[in-house]
């Protein structure tokens, strides 16, 4: 998940892995189908068939303090984000030309009507 300013300025950036948890659960001496299989991953990471999954991300985002009068408030750097979402296949765990986007998503907030500080 990566935001820019609508300047294309990175403001965040962050992932999250899904893994499934190898078939030989790390044990025994057996390579199985590669190293990942033998990667002693043991916790089920992975996203199963038509599920669907919540993620949160807090987004701090730039702003700066301004003094009118006695009084200090925050003003936001730029009133526009642009949000875009990216999920990868990444079969061998690298992109290595093997990977392939199965879901994409950008979408434009508008923080000025849409945010309120507390």
Same mark, same amino acid.
């Given at each position: 998940?990566?935001?820019?300013?609508?300047?294309?300025?990175?403001?965040? $950036?962050?992932?999250?892995?899904?893994?499934?948890?190898? !078939?030989?659960?790390? =044990?025994?001496? /057996?390579?199985?189908?590669?190293? &990942?299989? $033998?990667?002693?991953?043991?916790?089920?990471?992975?996203? !199963?068939?038509?599920? =669907?999954?919540? /993620?949160?991300?807090?987004?701090? &985002?730039?702003?700066?303090?301004?003094?009118?009068?006695?009084?200090?408030?925050?003003?936001?750097?730029?009133? /526009?984000?642009?949000?875009?979402?990216?999920?990868?296949?990444?079969?061998?765990?690298?992109?290595?030309?093997?990977?392939?986007?199965?879901?994409? /998503?950008?979408?434009?907030?508008?923080?000025?009507?849409?945010?309120?500080?507390?």
């Amino acid at each position: 998940m990566t935001a820019k300013t609508i300047d294309d300025e990175e403001v965040y $950036k962050e992932q999250k892995i899904y893994m499934p948890f190898p !078939g030989r659960f790390g =044990r025994g001496k /057996e390579m199985g189908r590669g190293p &990942y299989e $033998k990667s002693g991953i043991l916790r089920e990471t992975s996203i !199963g068939p038509l599920a =669907r999954v919540h /993620e949160t991300f807090e987004i701090t &985002y730039p702003f700066e303090d301004v003094a009118k009068g006695d009084a200090t408030r925050r003003e936001l750097l730029n009133d /526009e984000l642009v949000v875009s979402v990216v999920l990868w296949y990444v079969p061998f765990g690298e992109f290595d030309g093997s990977e392939v986007v199965f879901y994409e /998503e950008e979408k434009k907030l508008d923080l000025k009507t849409e945010w309120i500080w507390r």
